[in-house]
């Protein structure tokens, strides 16, 4: 063995290794070397490995390599090779059997390249420039095991390429601008062991393409939705994509724990609240509309979590089998609009209860009310646009493409580059168009109210009383803007980032479907209902009515408390109906009065 590296050798003469006839391995890497004379390894005749790694040799020829008879490893990656010679590279290394040339500026292949190299099983070109590659380049190479192309610049990769490969069992072709893969790309190549396909979208990705690769044992892909294809293929990298696995639709327990908790919770909360709500004597029969069509949107979202739950304990084991069936089924695509309607829906009641609110406190004195005509007619068009947004991708499969079935839960945040440019516009339309601009309103909006509130509490005589009720409003609508931002400040950075094409892991995307997006449809019935004072005083009166009945028995008919006290919820005096203001019908319980706004602007 002789080595040679890591020196400044420019220039080797013809008879610099004279009379080495038991030399088997040479090592001359990192050196200076820009050329090899023809006949420099002439003598070499029982030389087995042969290393010429990161020098500066720009040309090679057929004769450099006189002599190298026993030659087995040639390796000759990171020199500056600006093209291999048309001539038969391995005519005097007729038991060539590793050959590699990775790293240089080599820009197409030849026919003629390597039609001497019959013995080579190992062929690298990885990192190069290689756009074209002629028809029949590779038609000698029956005995090669492995085929590295890989991070090159090939567009087109003919089937026929490969199809005198018959015993090729691991093939690179990763990191190619590559448009499409044929349906019949690897038909002729049945021996394949292991595939990699790293860094190449396949738009018309079928299974069709795989099926014929029986013995395939390893797998790798640009994104994990792609394994869903493959389900044959024991090793399918990535084998997640931080929401699914290869074996589970949730591929993390804590996620599948809390796609239940969060589930019920929001089904729970929302249906409590519709079913409790109309026990609230309201003064205004309007907002509670709003408020029951509010938890009403929620309440989808329940109902999707609860749908993902489901499936998840349906494909648990092997999702990888199912996937792509699952992503590309109704099922999926009709629960991700249910999640988008539901989401859309919520947004857009929640802004217009805040714009009620704000125009009940700002301008009390106005004529701005809001009338029954136009409080139906403002909730009929919020459920329409909804719809619309929600079921507008499902209209048109050649412009959206999949819309819902990019991740194994048919959410749409698209954290990656979707396969469709129209999908990825109406992504962002919704989520940083409409959904950022309510979320501005409604912080400007609760803002404004607290800023209006704090004006009237100083020119208020009860300074004491309406510094207390101040506070209370404060932290009121600090909450609701504190959900509302912690629920979508992470989905506008998260859109953001993708349009930067800033690389997102896939658990961030997944936490924020599963548990941050559900946050306002969880808290709503919380911050609108259960928290409010006359529902707390509800439920107070009702467990008193109850514990009474229990220590009076059956033996005299006790005096029951009936909810009689009112809400007024941020919205003017003059609904008040004629029923509620009747003198006389307060008389056996203290009347409870919740002043968001009247009283403050009234004084």
Request: with cysteine.
């Amino acid at each position: 063995m002789l080595y040679l590296q890591h020196n400044r050798i420019k220039i080797i003469s013809v008879n610099a290794f004279r009379g080495l006839h038991n030399l088997t391995k040479l090592y001359l890497s990192h050196n200076l070397i820009t050329t090899l004379k023809p006949g420099v390894f002439r003598e070499l005749h029982t030389l087995e490995w042969l290393v010429i790694e990161n020098n500066k040799i720009n040309r090679i020829s057929p004769q450099i390599f006189q002599g190298l008879n026993s030659l087995i490893l040639l390796v000759m990656l990171n020199n500056v090779l600006g093209r291999l010679p048309d001539k038969p590279l391995c005519q005097y290394m007729p038991k060539l059997n590793w050959l590699d040339f990775e790293g240089n500026y080599i820009p197409s292949l030849k026919n003629t390249t390597f039609s001497s190299c019959t013995t080579l099983t190992v062929l690298v070109l990885r990192k190069n420039r290689i756009l074209t590659i002629s028809d029949n380049t590779f038609s000698s190479l029956s005995r090669l095991d492995e085929l590295d192309l890989a991070n090159n610049r090939i567009e087109a990769f003919s089937p026929s390429l490969l199809k005198d490969m018959k015993e090729l069992s691991q093939l690179n072709i990763s990191d190619n601008p590559m448009q499409k893969i044929q349906p019949d790309q690897f038909d002729y190549v049945l021996t394949l062991k292991s595939l990699s396909l790293e860094g190449i979208e396949i738009p018309n990705i079928q299974r069709r393409m795989f099926l014929p690769l029986r013995n395939l044992t390893h797998i790798y892909f640009k994104k994990f939705q792609y394994c869903g294809f493959a389900p044959h293929v024991r090793n399918c990298k990535p084998n997640t994509d931080g929401i699914s696995s290869l074996e589970n639709l949730l591929a993390s327990i804590v996620q599948r724990v809390f796609v239940w908790v969060v589930s019920v919770a929001t089904c729970f909360g929302n249906i409590f609240v519709i079913c409790t709500r109309p026990y609230i004597r309201s003064e205004n029969k309007l907002h509670a509309m709003c408020i029951i069509s509010l938890c009403c949107a929620d309440c989808l979202m329940g109902l999707y979590l609860f749908v993902i739950g489901y499936y998840d304990l349906k494909y648990r084991g092997e999702y990888n089998k199912n996937a792509q069936a699952w992503m590309d089924s109704t099922q999926c695509r009709l629960v991700g609009s249910l999640a988008i309607l539901s989401t859309e829906v919520s947004v857009l009641l929640l802004t217009y209860l805040t714009l009620e609110k704000y125009i009940c406190i700002v301008y009390p004195f106005r004529c701005l009310k809001p009338g029954k005509c136009r409080t139906i007619t403002s909730l009929i068009l919020i459920w329409i646009i909804g719809f619309i947004i929600a079921f507008l991708p499902l209209s048109n499969e050649d412009i959206f493409h999949n819309y819902y079935g990019t991740n194994g839960v048919c959410f749409p945040l698209h954290s990656e580059q979707p396969e469709s440019t129209a999908a990825q516009i109406y992504s962002v339309v919704i989520f940083l168009g409409v959904n950022l601009a309510a979320f501005i309103i409604i912080v400007f909006s609760y803002s404004s109210m607290f800023y209006s509130i704090h004006k009237t509490a100083i020119m208020a005589t009860e300074i004491h009383n309406h510094i207390k009720k101040e506070m209370t409003l404060a932290k009121r609508f600090f909450f609701i803007v504190f959900t509302d931002a912690l629920c979508w400040i992470p989905i506008f950075i998260l859109k953001l980032l993708s349009l930067l094409q800033v690389e997102i892991p896939g658990s961030i995307s997944s936490w924020v479907v599963i548990f941050i997006l559900p946050i306002n449809s969880a808290l709503n019935p919380i911050l609108y209902t259960i928290t409010t004072r006359p529902f707390k005083e509800m439920i107070c009166q009702i467990w008193n009515n109850y514990k009474q009945r229990r220590s009076t028995g059956n033996k005299s008919r006790p005096k029951v408390y009936s909810p009689s006290f009112f809400w007024v919820e941020m919205w003017p005096l003059q609904d008040l109906s004629a029923e509620i203001m009747r003198p006389g019908i307060y008389t056996d319980s203290e009347v409870s009065v919740d002043t968001h706004t009247t009283r403050l602007s009234y004084t």
